[in-house]
């Protein structure tokens, strides 16, 4: 079976502490949490030394959870790498395996400049880089990613493949089979239907995702293809659900349960 983690979209208003007791609930020991503040997510200090910070290593170590990534990292045009530094330190300090730094910037010359000093940084924390591929890059296809990361030449640099941007970008896993096994570093799984209207899916992305196996996308196939050893964040935002007054425990218990019924044998 691939590891599971449980990502911290699936519970989104959850604190990190709050994120690990779910996991330990449901029998998974992995979680994903955000170290970095973003727009439109709770801020609940993990960049800096708060109790909550501390509580989080804390409570992990306690219930044998490890952080298998943090996330909120961004790498735009007026994009400055050293002001990520704050909350890679605070990503190594818990114990982070992986930090996932999203593409944003049209300028190539300038994102290879500045992917290449974050992942030097994080190196430096001990951290391994994991960039999460989607149409929203300034990356066309898989192998276009691929080819980015190789002309780094930075052995912390893996690409991270979220089956739903896979699939709504119009690619399957077999660009994914195409890959060296070494370029992949993570995956994230969740469902949808086998089609939705372009102007619809960044709301989906974001926050009306599927149970992995409520949908209509082809995740066995997709789970095949990953490399042995592959962590799977389960990262399912199901924003009506929440709406509906429906709580973190009973989304989470769904969406490990759909993860668990279709994760492949490594």
């Given at each position: ?41 709770p801020d609940?200090?993990?960049?800096r ?73 994080a190196?430096?924390?001990g951290?391994?880089?994991?960039t ?12 276009q ?39 992949v570093g ?22 009306n995702?599927?149970?992995p ?34 709580g ?19």
């Amino acid at each position: 079976m691939h590891p599971l983690c449980l990502d911290f979209l699936t519970a989104v208003e959850a604190s990190p502490v709050e994120l690990a007791e779910l996991a330990a609930a449901n029998g998974l020991d992995l979680i994903a949490i955000m170290t970095h503040p973003a727009d439109g997510v709770p801020d609940f200090g993990m960049d800096r030394d708060t109790p909550m910070r501390r509580e989080v290593r804390r409570r992990c170590r306690d219930l044998g959870i490890s952080i298998d990534m943090t996330e909120g990292f961004l790498l735009k045009p007026e994009t400055d790498v050293a002001d990520f530094r704050r909350a890679l330190d605070a990503s190594g300090w818990l114990e982070a395996r992986c930090v996932n730094v999203l593409l944003r910037d049209p300028d190539l010359c300038r994102l290879k400049d500045n992917f290449t000093a974050f992942c030097d940084i994080a190196c430096e924390y001990g951290l391994d880089v994991v960039t999460e591929w989607s149409r929203r890059t300034p990356l066309p296809s898989p192998a276009q990613a691929a080819a980015f990361l190789a002309a780094m030449n930075r052995t912390n640099a893996k690409l991270q493949f979220d089956s739903l941007h896979l699939y709504r970008a119009g690619f399957t896993a077999a660009d994914i089979a195409k890959l060296s096994p070494s370029i992949v570093g993570r995956a994230q799984l969740s469902d949808g239907p086998a089609e939705m209207p372009i102007d619809r899916q960044f709301d989906e992305a974001l926050s009306n995702r599927l149970v992995p196996g409520d949908g209509e996308l082809p995740l066995a196939e997709f789970l095949k293809t990953l490399p042995g050893g592959t962590v799977v964040g389960i990262e399912v935002p199901m924003g009506s659900l929440q709406a509906q007054g429906i709580g973190p425990e009973e989304r989470v218990h769904r969406a490990v349960v759909g993860a668990r019924s279709l994760s492949a044998p490594a």
